[in-house]
């Protein structure tokens, strides 16, 4: 027997959950060929994996990477943490499908941060074609955006769907799963997916039901409404007849983590009752996001033109402060509760002496009010900030994380301008997402065993998606794995200084390419667009 990659001597974490064991992984091609104690034959190239466990590939279960493999093919911040697969069109976020008229509509909503692309794709199959082009290094699973569906039907409006609308909304859905798509997701505190009511979404997800579409939710809220938001995406679901994921399972605002025994407990009876109900969750305390969404949904109408235009208008901006101004010192919304201004960081700006710094700190230098300061920044930098800001509990992270039926998912939004720079001051799990799962709460703090974090960020995934191929070692699967050290793996990536990748993972392996080799990376360009099975 002659194969072209030997894995030889590691423990064998093999995505099910089940043991590690000591065993030989052969791969031929693209393929896994055997796994087996001593295997007996000839390979092209003998890796030594003693000491060393051998995983699948890592699926990144949620991940805003869609615009970044334009930018940066070679995906190096995310194949050095392990990752192999990625699922992006996340938060009703996507870029396709786009309509001619509306390209800087879309850039405005979808594009704003990382680098300014030209987007030339209309149709979704175009757009997963343009993806291909450009030779990811990981595999890529797509969702549609619902704002994406709703600004191509409809427009930028607040408004619920007329009957045309929904018709129009579903036949674009329909192209989408047609051309690769594996569901649909929403971003219910962001407009324009923010202006549906639940009726249009069962309906889209009744649309999609025969042909096994998914619903990945970002719910209503999650701080002061995250019970009923859970319980809508929760109806969605069972009434749509089709499976559920919620996205970033979380509790914002100090005064809502208490919810969160109630929120996973809603999960758990939804999925006694048969609704096919999983989730994801980041292993960080801080959330990110463009920080226009700590404006109001209303002030969204229309898009980000329109918001900017409420920006510059005195009367809006009272109305605004009104809403979400708390006792003179936070900011409150739908999606983050209630936080100080001081948690509030910039992630990126067109002013990168601002990068890293909290909104007080700007205040303090503008001398002008907290919450000014942050519409002013909004209006100034034309609404194409990034922020990242701290509205969790850690110990509430720990109890999501060792929920059984969460997954892993880094909701990492990269920062890039193109390959090798490194702007801004992302947020950190956009480098460590993985290995900080594998390093600190699998082996430091023992929050669950080795096989079961290995099995979050593989086969809970891989079957999640549906994959066939993928999230297991085995024999004829797909050869994506990854080599770590047990030991010594561990995230490097911190708030102030977050482009550092992680150790202790010295190879990760593409569809029998070996992109990270000996700690050294070649990109290799042999990631696909995976679509459902
Ligand atoms: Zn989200």
């Not at 719910?219 to 679901?237: F, H, N, P, T, Y």
Request: contains cysteine; proline residues 5%.
């Amino acid at each position: 027997m002659a194969w072209s990659l030997l894995l030889r001597g590691g423990t064998v974490v093999d995505g099910t959950g089940a043991p590690g064991r000591t065993a030989d992984v052969a791969i031929e091609g693209d393929r896994i060929a055997a796994v087996g104690p001593r295997l007996a034959g000839e390979a092209a190239r003998t890796i030594d994996a003693g000491g060393k466990v051998v995983a699948p590939g890592f699926i990144d279960a949620h991940s805003h990477s869609d615009l970044f493999y334009f930018g940066v093919p070679s995906a190096e911040s995310k194949v050095r943490q392990g990752v192999t697969t990625e699922v992006v069109g996340m938060c009703s976020f996507s870029q396709a499908p786009l309509r001619a008229d509306q390209r800087e509509v879309i850039q405005g909503w979808a594009g704003g941060i990382g680098a300014n692309l030209d987007l030339r794709w209309e149709t979704f199959a175009q757009y997963l074609d343009a993806l291909r082009a450009v030779r990811p290094s990981v595999n890529v699973a797509h969702f549609v955006g619902h704002g994406a569906l709703r600004i191509a039907a409809m427009g930028f409006e607040a408004r619920p769907a007329s009957r045309d609308d929904l018709r129009a909304m579903e036949k674009l859905l329909g192209e989408a799963l047609e051309a690769g798509a594996f569901g649909f997701s929403s971003g219910l505190v962001y407009a324009p997916s923010a202006y549906s009511d639940t009726p249009e979404l069962v309906a889209l997800a009744r649309s999609m039901a025969k042909r096994g579409g998914l619903y990945f939710s970002h719910v209503r809220g999650e701080s002061s409404m995250l019970l009923d938001s859970l319980a809508e995406a929760v109806r969605i679901g069972e009434e749509g007849g089709v499976g559920v994921q919620v996205s970033h399972v979380k509790a914002s605002g100090r005064e809502n983590w208490p919810r969160i025994d109630d929120a996973l407990g809603l999960i758990e009876a939804a999925r006694r009752r048969g609704v096919d109900v999983t989730g994801d969750v980041y292993p960080y305390n801080a959330g990110s996001t463009k920080m226009d969404n700590l404006m109001p949904t209303w002030a969204h109408d229309g898009g980000i033109g329109k918001l900017i235009e409420r920006l510059a208008d005195r009367a809006t901006r009272r109305r605004i402060v009104e809403e979400c101004l708390v006792d003179g010192e936070r900011w409150r919304t739908v999606s983050q509760g209630g936080i100080g201004f001081d948690q509030i960081f910039v992630a990126s700006c067109r002013r990168r002496e601002l990068e890293g710094l909290d909104l007080a700190q700007v205040a303090r230098q503008s001398g002008r009010p907290p919450a000014e300061t942050l519409m002013d920044l909004l209006l100034e930098e034309r609404c194409t900030v990034g922020m990242v800001s701290f509205s969790q509990s850690l110990d509430i992270v720990a109890k999501v994380l060792a929920h059984p039926h969460l997954m892993i998912g880094s909701d990492s939004i990269p920062l890039f301008e193109g390959e090798g720079d490194r702007p801004g001051k992302p947020h950190p799990r956009t480098y460590g997402t993985f290995p900080k799962v594998l390093g600190e709460y699998a082996r430091e703090r023992r929050l669950f065993p080795l096989e079961t974090a290995v099995h979050k960020m593989t086969g809970m995934p891989a079957a999640r998606l549906g994959f066939q191929d993928r999230g297991v070692v085995r024999p004829g699967n797909a050869a994506d794995v990854t080599v770590f050290d047990p030991a010594t793996v561990k995230d490097e990536a911190t708030y102030p200084d977050p482009h550092r990748y992680p150790t202790g993972i010295p190879y990760v392996i593409v569809n029998g390419a070996v992109v990270v080799d000996g700690g050294r990376f070649r990109a290799a360009g042999t990631g696909r667009v995976l679509t459902p099975a």
